[in-house]
């Protein structure tokens, strides 16, 4: 069987930092090891440790990065903590030749941007059931400060006031992992789904 015309194009997933977006990335890379490839980001912010480039990141000089944003070469970018990022047309174009389905993860200001491109990805938002959900996600995945968590969840409000104007074509509520993981698999081979209705997300 052909794949389906959603599958040629992108798939640009968003959603507020501790919703799940990488657990559902990491299920669908395990059961499909073949059929994705994830946009690797480049950045000017110095590799952690285990951090590999070219897998994690394309680390690069803020001089390598101004080059390349001279040169328009990247879809989208912004500054955060005074270290660029940006997904560049090039890394898309590779995993795509490589006849894989590529998969981006952009958060709201760099998805505005990627709509004035012709990219034309499939626009997925991953949301909480609720923003009590969320916070107790992000507090109980250990890798966050109290700060840190105060302010991805200001950030996070951002992302839904977004996806409130209605800016994606498809929502996943983040339930339950089994549940949403059913409808993310279905998204990411490209079938054609009726996906959830955004939560109030007002509490
Ligand atoms: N459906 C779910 N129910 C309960 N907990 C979940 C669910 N999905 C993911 N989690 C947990 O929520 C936490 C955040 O998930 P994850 O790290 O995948 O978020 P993320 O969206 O990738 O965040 P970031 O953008 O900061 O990388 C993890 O501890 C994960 O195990």
Do not use: W
């Amino acid at each position: 069987m052909p794949p389906s015309p959603d599958f040629l194009r992108p798939l640009l997933m968003s959603g507020p930092s501790g919703v799940g977006k990488s657990t559902l990335l990491q299920r669908l890379f395990a059961e499909f090891p073949d059929k994705f490839g994830f946009s690797v980001s480049h950045t000017t912010r110095a590799p952690r440790p285990g951090e590999v480039d070219g897998k994690h990141y394309y680390f690069v000089s803020r001089e390598e990065f101004q080059n390349l944003l001279g040169e328009n070469a990247f879809i989208e970018h912004a500054e955060f903590s005074g270290n660029y990022y940006g997904t560049s047309f090039r890394t898309v174009r590779e995993v795509s030749a490589g006849g894989r389905r590529c998969i981006l993860d952009i958060e709201a200001q760099g998805v505005r941007q990627v709509k004035k491109t012709d990219l034309n990805p499939v626009y997925l938002f991953v949301s909480p059931p609720s923003l009590t959900a969320l916070r107790s996600r992000l507090q109980g995945r250990g890798t966050e400060t109290e700060a840190s968590v105060a302010k991805r969840l200001a950030t996070a409000l951002k992302e839904i006031e977004y996806a409130k104007e209605g800016a994606h074509d498809v929502v996943i509520v983040n339930d339950d992992l089994d549940r949403a993981y059913g409808l993310f698999r279905k998204v990411a081979l490209g079938e054609q789904v009726t996906g959830d209705t955004l939560p109030p997300l007002d509490d």
